[in-house]
């Protein structure tokens, strides 16, 4: 073990908070085996063996959107020839097709629309929840939370409750990218500050709204900066307790104008253990397979990970960036991968109820 | 017997065939991960971690063996089924070498018309340019040999004159006469194999050896495989590296076999399992200088992580590559990739020399 390691591992065993200084430390190192292991230990001792995944199905009702995040390359302005937006047959018709599929939540971002009214979003929330009541709608970034309260000249109470009212769930954590301004400047500068995102979070947690955070990284940030993200998210947790699950998303370069490889399996790697480490007020850490990959996704469950995310079917977003991995994962290879991995894998709904478990065939 | 216990005696480089299985059963994967790293460091303390840049020339895809893992084979006659021209040769190796490749690995299928004649004229087109020559696995020069009517040892002899630089250490598949007979069992037994290697050895001519896993085999049958390579090695020394791989099931006979397991895949081959083989490999063979990672089978993401788990060579370019692609896998790497995949694990990368021996 690396010596500069070791008060780490002995605040990790007694449980104690870990410093932005410690979590940098983390970000640096090379001793993967030792993040690994310290981030396991953190890890079982919240959620035992279980790895959890969900039966849901994504849907990005439009690309058309008024930002211009040099990051991304999902985001279309109307007039181009690949932009598009879902008729609210399109949405029903993949809500339908989940609901055969025995999937448990739509999970729904898009692009922030310069035509589409408010209502839209509620009325779209009201035809789902009505249609399919058993199926939990876990929907809208802050980021376009805070454009619904600006096109609609609401205020952000009055958004959520609506949304609410309509049949909203709970939401996603996207948007958060990161947090520090010098950062976000350079990657998306008409996003909302991170400020504005926490406060968002906020009210949205105050309205009784579950929701997740993320971190995007691999792209121009410094490790510094992603401490910082971190940072304030566990601080606005501890006020609040409203996130459930924290989700680093791995930077894909193509088709977007900042200049950079993938990310490696080990930068992969100590984004979720560190995270696990450091955000010790969360109970999950996500690691979408989508993003890093089915193979580092299944690594991952060594390194502090206890869920998968789930079977998506459609995804678009980190597709248009050049994605690898599938679109589309069956419950039978979301239970072998867990299980390969010797852990318990566990169905659950978007607020971590168990909806089934299955027996373990051979413990690691 | 506990697994601390047998990764006591790994370390010590004693450890027998059951300590080598049940680490690969029950030894946490850090605790693997950490005494890889260490016998990795004790082998290469300077952190180096070696690629080759060259390219894969696979002759012919018609194959007598029929292998039920493979998905890259044809019978003579198919529609698909080649057999490489001079010309499409000679463009090939002009390719690799304005690329700066420095070596051809030359393998191909056990084609019914071709004996030791066909196989020399081969390597001649080939050593025209200048160029490294890594071909022919024991499988094939068997085949050669016994078409022919000479023996294994002629056909080397033949071979080496002909210019071969060295033999890769494909077709070892799992040495366990057991696991072949259900995946390979019209491919020369283990013994045949190792028979192959011992006369290269001996005469000089440097080899690889491999290990495909996660088909059917048991974590026992991994053991025994690297045991047995291990003492070979130790009888010759003329392995110069080892390159454990996982079964692609994609277009295979073997992955609709209800012998292989369901859920798209089986004991170890999964990425969990492959950091395990790969780390109990640097353990057992540590007579053996050079442990590959497969960025070819796993990704590049899973080979970076294969560099804390005892491997200290990320193979090669792979300017083409066509038998794991029949499987519908194919991963790409550049040398830039690869080399600032080598920096980010805290690496230095090397070029290999062209006169080493590689897969």
Redesign the interface.
């Known amino acids: 073990m690396e010596p500069s390691l070791r008060d780490i591992r002995d605040k990790v065993e007694a449980g104690r908070r870990l410093s932005g200084e410690d979590a940098l430390r983390l970000f640096r190192t090379?001793d993967?085996?030792?993040v690994?292991?310290m981030a396991?230990f953190a890890n079982r001792r919240k959620n035992g063996d279980r790895v959890y995944f969900i039966v849901n199905r994504h849907i990005n009702p439009t690309n058309v959107c008024v930002n211009r995040c040099r990051f991304c390359a999902f985001s279309k302005s109307r007039e181009e020839p690949l932009a598009y937006t879902m008729t609210m047959d399109e949405i029903l018709r993949r809500a339908d097709e989940a609901r055969e599929q025995n999937a448990t939540e739509l999970h729904i971002v898009g692009g922030l629309h310069p035509d589409l009214p408010f209502d839209f979003y509620l009325s779209m929330l009201r035809t789902l929840s009505e249609r399919h009541p058993g199926m939990h709608i876990q929907g809208f970034t802050a980021v376009e939370i805070d454009y619904f309260s600006r096109i609609s000249g609401l205020p952000l109470d009055e958004v959520i409750r609506r949304l609410k009212e309509a049949g909203l769930g709970s939401l996603p954590g996207g948007g958060a990218e990161i947090f520090a301004p010098e950062i976000r400047n350079a990657i998306c500068p008409e996003k909302i500050p991170g400020e504005r995102w926490l406060e968002v979070m906020e009210a949205v947690h105050a309205a009784g709204l579950r929701s997740n955070a993320t971190m995007l990284y691999g792209h121009v940030e410094t490790l510094e900066s992603r401490v910082d993200h971190l940072q304030r998210l566990r601080e606005l947790q501890d006020r609040t307790g409203g996130f459930q699950a924290f989700i680093p998303l791995a930077f894909h370069p193509k088709n977007t104008e900042i200049a950079k490889?993938?990310t490696?399996?080990?930068?992969?790697?100590l984004s979720l253990a560190v995270a696990r480490l450091f955000l010790d007020n969360f109970s999950h850490v996500k690691s979408f397979w989508i993003m890093?990959?089915p193979?580092?996704a299944?690594?991952s469950?060594?390194f502090g990970v206890d869920d998968i995310d789930g079977t998506v079917v459609e995804e678009r977003i980190t597709h248009a960036a050049g994605a690898q991995a599938g679109m589309a994962m069956t419950v039978?290879?979301l239970?072998?991968?867990i299980?390969?991995?010797?852990r318990v894998p566990v169905e659950r709904d978007t607020l971590y109820n168990v909806i089934r478990e299955w027996p373990a065939e051979e413990a690691? | 017997m506990t697994w601390r216990e047998s990764l006591g005696r790994a370390l010590e480089g004693s450890a027998a065939p059951e300590d080598a299985a049940l680490l690969l059963r029950e030894a946490p994967l850090f605790d693997l991960g950490r005494a890889a790293d260490a016998v990795r460091r004790r082998i290469h303390p300077d952190g180096i971690v070696t690629y080759i840049v060259d390219r894969n020339v696979n002759y012919t895809n018609i194959c007598v063996c029929a292998c039920s893992f493979c998905a890259f084979y044809r019978e003579k006659g198919a529609p698909d089924a080649y057999l490489l021209s001079d010309e499409g040769l000679s463009r090939k190796i002009e390719e690799t070498l304005a690329l700066g490749g420095t070596q051809i690995l030359l393998q191909g299928g056990l084609h019914p018309d071709w004996g030791i004649e066909e196989a020399v004229r081969l390597v001649r087109a080939v050593k025209r340019h200048p160029i490294r020559l890594h071909g022919f696995s024991p499988p094939e020069i068997w085949h050669f040999a016994s078409r022919s009517g000479i023996g294994v040892g002629e056909a080397i002899s033949r071979l080496m004159e002909a210019g071969i630089d060295s033999i890769p250490g494909g077709g070892a598949e799992i040495l366990d006469d057991e696991v072949r007979g259900l995946i390979s069992p019209r491919k020369i037994g283990w013994k045949q194999w190792a028979a192959v290697m011992r006369e290269a050895h001996r005469r000089g001519l440097p080899t690889s050896a491999t290990m495909m896993f996660g088909s059917v085999e048991t974590p026992e049958q991994v053991a025994t495989h690297l045991v047995r390579v291990r003492d070979l090695q130790a009888e010759t020394g003329g392995f110069t590296s080892f390159i454990p791989w996982t079964f692609q099931p994609g277009n295979t006979a073997l992955s609709r076999d209800p012998r292989y397991g369901t859920g798209g895949g089986n004991g170890l081959g999964h990425p969990l399992g492959y950091l395990r083989v790969l780390a109990v490999s640097r353990l057992l063979l540590r007579n053996v200088s050079r442990l590959q990672v497969s960025w070819v089978t796993m990704g590049a993401k899973v080979a970076q992580l294969g560099l804390f788990f005892g491997g200290n060579d990320f193979g090669s370019t792979m300017i083409e590559e066509n038998v794991v692609a029949a499987a519908g896998v194919s991963f790409r790497m550049s040398e830039e990739e690869i080399v600032a995949t080598i920096r980010d694990a805290g690496f230095t990368p090397a070029r290999r020399e062209a006169t080493s021996c590689s897969t």
């Open positions: 090379r993967v085996h030792t690994g292991e396991d490889g993938y490696t399996g080990l930068e992969d790697l890093v990959g193979k580092i299944q690594i469950l060594h039978s290879e239970v072998a991968m299980r390969q991995a010797g690691r």
